[in-house]
């Protein structure tokens, strides 16, 4: 058993992550500063569930705030840290970009600082599958470079990772980046495709379909999500000593610092998805055919085949029973 600080404990991963670690026994400090980003009345039911669990103690903070951050450290004395804030979205980024740099970037480096100075054990912070970016080879690998994203999400998410490398090269902080595929299920984000699509289909409204139903997406059910998150957490990254700076492995190196893709390694049409959701609901819905957005991709598929190999895991819930037990909760917790 150890004590944990979770960031972003009131959003979708964390508050999943948070309940996973009271019932093993874990001690967590769920972080979070409630913003309104989305509906903060969902993050604030999420925090309720926690608050009512032994073990669990919540701080209302900002990752920005380095003062508060410093004391965190400095009174807790974590011994893991699992960072699951951000400030996340592609299209939001487009049009809110100082927020990104702020939670992401500077936010990220005072939880750094934080694991460097007080002793922390192992740092797992979220990345994205986002970061692949301009890469067209499937399965997206963790051995691929990914030097051209197409947000300044993705580029916050990348920065994470390089950020990371540095402080388990300087200072031998171990740490792992998970990079995320299209999470989905109970408690999820109102921002995201299964969640719009599902609020507009009961509502009788049509739904958003970009580039006119031709992508794909590797839907990841959140159980899946957090044992990768928890497993990855439980094995601290090694050093590879067989790392070679000639040939440089982007998902190792002779510090201890380990890249895996968590994703259903499935990837799922979006049309196939819709009538997936259309069968769960029991409805059809109306579909307005848009062209592609601004900084979004076509097609994600990740190959998890290193996370698998460590820590003996691969997501494996179908997108069937996944969008069946979201639906199950959606109508549950609203009503409908």
Not at 132 to 161: C, I, R, W
Not at 203 to 218: A, C, K, L, S, T
Not at 272 to 289: D, F, P, S, Y
Request: hydrophobic share 40%.
């Amino acid at each position: 058993m150890a004590k944990i600080l979770v960031t972003g404990a009131a959003g979708f991963i964390g508050f999943h992550t948070s309940e996973r670690l009271l019932a093993r026994g874990d001690t967590v400090v769920g972080l979070d500063n409630v913003n309104d980003y989305y509906d903060p009345t969902l993050k604030e039911a999420r925090l309720a569930r926690l608050r009512g669990q032994p073990g669990f103690t919540f701080v209302k903070m900002d990752l920005g705030d380095r003062a508060g951050i410093e004391r965190l450290f400095a009174t807790e004395r974590f011994d893991k840290v699992i960072n699951l804030a951000a400030q996340a979205g592609v299209r939001y980024s487009l049009t809110n970009p100082h927020t990104y740099i702020d939670s992401n970037l500077v936010g990220f480096l005072h939880i750094l600082e934080g694991c460097r100075h007080h002793g922390v054990q192992h740092l797992t912070y979220a990345s994205s599958s986002s970061v692949y970016g301009a890469n067209t080879a499937m399965p997206f690998s963790v051995h691929q470079n990914v030097d051209h994203p197409l947000s300044l999400y993705a580029a916050t998410k990348k920065a994470n990772e390089l950020m990371a490398h540095t402080y388990s090269h300087l200072y031998g902080l171990p740490t792992t980046g998970l990079r995320f595929f299209t999470v989905y299920g109970p408690w999820g984000r109102p921002d995201m495709a299964l969640f719009l699509f599902t609020k507009a289909i009961l509502e009788g409204r049509p739904i958003d379909v970009f580039n006119h139903g031709q992508m794909r997406r590797d839907f990841t059910y959140i159980d899946d999500i957090v044992e990768g998150v928890i497993r990855t957490s439980d094995h601290t990254a090694p050093p590879n000593a067989a790392w070679d700076s000639d040939c440089p492995d982007p998902a190792t190196s002779k510090a201890p610092y380990r890249i895996y893709n968590i994703g259903n390694n499935n990837p799922v049409a979006l049309m196939h998805l819709i009538g997936t959701l259309e069968q769960a609901l029991g409805r059809t819905a109306v579909k307005n055919m848009l062209p592609m957005q601004l900084g979004d991709v076509p097609a994600t598929y990740a190959d998890v085949q290193a996370l698998e190999q460590d820590v003996g895991f691969a997501p494996k819930t179908s997108i069937e029973t996944g969008v069946a037990r979201f639906v199950e909760w959606y109508r549950a917790y609203y009503g409908a």
